[in-house]
């Protein structure tokens, strides 16, 4: 239906993610917008585990010893760095709402700190948890 | 020139969808709700870590708990849904696939929050 050669001549376009060069804060709101998405997985991955939980013992384990493989625990600790780091960017969204550190070099600082913030505190949390926190079996 | 529209219509202030700021507005108070939820979910969630089906049971069956898992997947439900509306209507043009792609949102986002909610509601009632 479209005629792609009347549409570029006729329809000036916006500037997208090709056309300019790659700054941290944009890098930051795009990675921003790919916790969300990670988080709506797990999302549906909490939902899955409370229906196993509701559902009975044996389906339980099975979620359990699927959760507790290599492979569960590394997507569980991505989990846990999204949420934290969706956390932190969301503060510092809001920080931007309020018009408070708009401008260069804060908005620099602020979004160095919540992907410093999110890491450190990721990595300090399984740290703990994997030392002293949860039911050891 | 005699407006068009009618007096009730330009005291709202709305254009021709019909609503406003209340999407963006939604989005802020659910990510500030959030982030207290959050935290009392990490913390759950640090208590959960290695349960075996009896001692998980018995936190989920808390009614603190279950209240605060209840309120959460609420909470989280509206904001995800919201958040993932605004990547599909940024990325997604073709009409048909856009509302196409809206509809499952919707639907994934609050199918999975009424499981979870149900799920949450068996075991705090049977313990």
């Keep these: 239906m479209e005629n792609k050669k009347e549409r570029q001549h006729s329809r000036p376009l916006a500037p ?22 990670v988080l709506y997985v797990g999302f549906v991955g909490m939902a899955a585990w409370l229906t196993t939980l509701a ?12 959760l507790g493989s290599w492979v569960g625990l590394a997507v569980l600790f991505v989990f846990t760095w999204a949420i934290l ?8 969204h809001l920080i ?8 260069y070099p804060w908005r620099e600082y602020l979004t160095r700190a919540t992907l410093a913030a999110s890491l450190a505190c990721a990595v300090l949390f399984w740290i703990a948890l994997l030392w002293t926190g949860g039911h050891p079996s | 020139m005699r407006p068009m529209r009618s007096g009730l219509a330009r005291a709202r202030g709305l254009g021709s969808a019909g609503s406003g700021t209340e999407a963006f507005w939604r989005q802020r108070v659910t990510s500030v ?20 089906y009896a001692s998980a049971r ?14 959460a997947v609420l909470n989280f439900a509206v904001h995800m849904r919201l958040g993932a509306r605004i990547i599909i ?7 048909v696939l856009k509302a196409f792609l809206l509809t499952v949102n919707t639907g994934t986002a609050y ?10 509601t068996k075991v705090l009632v049977l313990g």
């Design chain 1, 96 to 103: 931007w709402d309020l018009s408070i550190a708009h401008t």
């Design chain 1, 16 to 37: 997208d993610l090709q056309t300019y060069r790659p700054t941290l804060t944009m890098t930051m709101s795009i990675v921003h917008r790919a916790t969300g998405i």
């Design chain 2, 58 to 71: 018995l936190l989920i069956a808390n009614p603190v708990v279950a209240v605060l898992i209840a309120m």
């Design chain 2, 33 to 52: 709700l959030g982030l207290p939820l959050v935290a009392a979910l990490m913390l759950v969630f640090w208590k959960l870590a290695g349960a075996d």
């Design chain 2, 111 to 120: 199918g999975a929050a009424i499981v979870a909610i149900l799920a949450v």
């Design chain 1, 85 to 92: 780091h969706h956390a932190f960017g969301g503060i510092r």
């Design chain 1, 55 to 66: 559902t009975g013992p044996r389906a339980y384990e099975t979620m359990q010893r699927i």
């Design chain 2, 89 to 95: 209507e940024d990325y997604v043009h073709r009409p």
